[in-house]
């Protein structure tokens, strides 16, 4: 079993800066895609950020040049460091593990989620 936990949300002003991290246990992080989600109040939960096993990223449109995703396979933990913050940015975030444990099983994991409000 895999368990995902995040830290590093808060409160911070527009313009501002926060690290997320997300600790995983278990012996699969290295192996696995990792991802940042976040879902705003009222909202679909969306895609921020990706990471491959093979340090490949991806980031949605809303945070590129702001956002940063990385990982530290020895230290199982993802991060994602967040600048120039916008209210916009306002959620809950949300750390994920994807990994495939069979030729047609792609396993899910999902942290409890993290609040981020952006405000003055």
């Known amino acids: 079993q895999v368990q995902l936990v995040e830290s590093g949300g808060g409160l911070v002003q527009p313009g501002g800066s926060l690290r997320l991290s997300c600790v995983a246990s278990?012996?699969?992080?290295?192996?696995?895609?990792m991802a940042w989600y976040r879902q705003a109040p009222g909202k679909q939960r969306e895609l921020v950020a990706t990471?491959?096993?093979?340090?490949?990223?991806n980031y949605a449109d809303s945070v590129k040049g702001r956002f940063t995703i990385s990982r530290d396979n020895a230290e199982k933990t993802v991060y994602l460091q967040m600048n120039s913050l916008k209210p916009e940015d306002t959620a809950v975030y949300y750390c994920?593990?994807?990994?495939?444990?069979?030729?047609?099983?792609?396993?899910?994991?999902w942290g409890q989620g993290t609040q981020v409000t952006v405000s003055s």
């Open positions: 278990g012996s699969i992080f290295s192996r696995s895609t």
């Open positions: 994920n593990a994807k990994y495939r444990s069979t030729i047609v099983t792609m396993d899910d994991y």
């Open positions: 990471i491959t096993r093979g340090d490949s990223t």
